[in-house]
T-cell receptor, first 115, second 114 residues
Framework: DTEVTQTPKHLVMGMTNKKSLKCEQHMGHRAMYWYKQKAKKPPELMFVYSYEKLSINESVPSRFSPECPNSSLLNLHLHALQPEDSALYLC??????????????FGPGTRLLVL | DQQVKQNSPSLSVQEGRISILNCDYTNSMFDYFLWYKKYPAEGPTFLISISSIKDKNEDGRFTVFLNKSAKHLSLHIVPSQPGDSAVYFCAAPAYGGATNKLIFGTGTLLAVQP
């Protein structure tokens, strides 16, 4: 089973709203990732959690706040977003450990629209 | 600095023929490569990978070839089917610290014509 689930599938929010994206995996993976993807572009890494600790923050604005409550769950809290933050937000997970353990498995994504 | 490059933004092939998607990389430290397939508004799906100790890996209709001296890899799809129409990304893990990041190419849009 290589399934990563994400909720919600679609989200529309105003610039003053607070919302959260959720991601879950039950593959025993210990690295989890948030990506942002704009149309016709490759996924753009935002955050990496390794063994439930934040290990990479790709200089993401503070209006995006990640959280890893346990090894299976990853959240992305959103507050005071801008219209240009509208995108597909992807969660992924991997073992990690080098070689084929670096294979990342992606969820279906949350399509976010900021009005 | 684009460490992984896909120079063809799009490719069109006839159903039943071979599709060849190309990827070049600049970092000789890369030792593992992946191909992902992506439909619009969906997450990328892992397709096939290859370790740098091999020059070929095959999985059904999909074969990836690696030429380390040329820093080039290619994905062959035979025979191509209309359902293969998607964007294909090649990627490589960039090692550093406790966690590695995937470096993605810019993607190639494959259209398989019935």
């Amino acid at each position: 089973d290589t399934e990563v689930t994400q909720t919600p599938k679609h989200l529309v929010m105003g610039m003053t709203n607070k919302k959260s994206l959720k991601c879950e995996q039950h593959m025993g993976h210990r690295a989890m990732y948030w990506y942002k993807q704009k149309a016709k572009k490759p996924p753009e890494l935002m955050f990496v959690y390794s063994y439930e600790k934040l290990s990479i923050n790709e200089s993401v604005p503070s209006r995006f706040s990640p959280e890893c409550p346990n090894s299976s769950l990853l959240n992305l809290h959103l507050h005071a977003l801008q219209p240009e933050d509208s995108a597909l937000y992807l969660c992924a997970s991997s073992r990690p450990g080098g070689g084929d353990q670096e294979t990342q498995y992606f969820g279906p994504g949350t399509r976010l629209l900021v009005l | 600095d684009q460490q992984v490059k896909q120079n063809s933004p799009s490719l069109s092939v006839q159903e039943g023929r071979i599709s060849i998607l190309n990827c070049d990389y600049t970092n000789s430290m890369f030792d593992y490569f992946l191909w992902y397939k992506k439909y619009p508004a969906e997450g990328p799906t892992f397709l096939i990978s290859i370790s740098s100790i091999k020059d070929k890996n095959e999985d059904g209709r999909f074969t990836v070839f690696l030429n380390k001296s040329a820093k080039h890899l290619s994905l062959h799809i035979v025979p191509s089917q209309p359902g293969d129409s998607a964007v294909y990304f090649c990627a490589a893990p960039a090692y550093g610290g406790a966690t590695n990041k995937l470096i993605f190419g810019t993607g190639t849009l494959l259209a398989v014509q019935p």
